[in-house]
């Protein structure tokens, strides 16, 4: 492999092949590391998400329940003015239809 240069790259501790065996056996060994530590983070990380989803999912719940009542109450409402509304188009029917004293 070259250089920035275009140079050759030359191990500091000279050509031998151990030195470059030495060095790829500490690479594996730290990228096994921060793999495991990478995934901790993920972990932790994904962890958290699912503790916010559960929260928003229970929110969620609260606010269905919320809206169903309401939902019922304002049908509850409705249907009592409905009543009334029948109920005094059937007086001033049955007064109208009465002839004055």
């Known amino acids: 492999m070259s250089g920035p240069n275009g140079e050759p790259h030359v191990p500091v ?3 031998g092949g151990n030195d470059e065996e030495e060095e790829e056996e500490e690479e594996e060994e730290d990228g096994d590391s921060f793999g495991e530590e990478e995934y901790a983070a ?3 990380m994904l962890d958290q998400i699912n503790s916010c989803l ?4 229970e929110k969620n719940d609260y606010l269905h ?4 009542e309401l939902l019922e109450s304002n049908r509850q409402t409705r ?3 409905q009543q009334q ?14 002839p004055p004293v």
Not at 54 to 57: A, F, G, I, S, Y
Not at 85 to 98: F, Y
């Open 13 to 15: 501790g000279g050509a």
């Open 42 to 44: 993920i972990n932790s």
């Open 54 to 57: 559960d929260h928003l999912e």
């Open 65 to 68: 329940a919320c809206l169903k």
């Open 79 to 81: 249907l009592e003015f």
């Open 85 to 98: 509304s029948e109920q005094q188009s059937m007086e001033a029917d049955v007064q109208g239809s009465q």
